[in-house]
């Protein structure tokens, strides 16, 4: 307990030092979930403007750069533990796609080949562009 007395006025303060920490812990906890909050809204932009930009400038044949798509933009999301979130393409032809190469099926084998450097498109660029960096 504190008193203060200034120019006749007194003034009775207690301080519940135990109470203040514990509100203070649990203001911290909300703190973390708001940033995980903030930081899974941005990862999931995104990846819906990724797989905008693939689309969009590229011709796709199939929906292999869904989200729901084993090969496709995928987002793992933050924790109030663990403030980080991470967007991947588990796709093996993701980065010649991003540096531009145009990917064909061969006919005889079915299997996609990488033929030549055309035109550079920054597919996973959208980040830049969604304002997030």
């Given at each position: 307990?504190?008193?203060?007395?200034?120019?006749?006025?007194?003034?009775?303060?207690?301080?519940?030092?135990?109470?203040?920490?514990?509100?203070?812990?649990?203001?911290?906890?909300?703190?973390?979930?708001?940033?995980?909050?903030?930081?899974?809204?941005?990862?999931?932009?995104?990846?819906?403007?990724?797989?905008?930009?693939?689309?969009?400038?590229?011709?796709?044949?199939?929906?292999?750069?869904?989200?729901?798509?084993?090969?496709?933009?995928?987002?793992?999301?933050?924790?109030?533990r663990n403030l980080e979130a991470t967007i991947s393409v588990d796709a093996p032809f993701a980065n010649d796609m991003e540096e531009g190469r145009v990917l064909k099926s061969s006919s005889s084998t079915?299997?996609?080949?990488?033929?030549?450097?055309?035109?550079?498109?920054?597919?996973?660029?959208?980040?830049?562009?969604?304002?997030?960096?």
């Open positions: 307990m504190i008193n203060n007395c200034y120019k006749g006025i007194s003034l009775e303060t207690e301080l519940d030092i135990d109470g203040f920490l514990e509100d203070l812990e649990k203001i911290q906890k909300q703190v973390d979930y708001a940033c995980s909050r903030a930081i899974n809204d941005a990862a999931f932009k995104l990846q819906k403007d990724t797989v905008e930009r693939i689309e969009n400038e590229n011709t796709m044949r199939s929906k292999w750069h869904k989200p729901r798509n084993k090969l496709g933009v995928h987002v793992k999301k933050s924790n109030k079915g299997r996609r080949v990488v033929k030549g450097a055309t035109k550079a498109n920054a597919v996973f660029g959208a980040a830049s562009d969604a304002g997030l960096f």
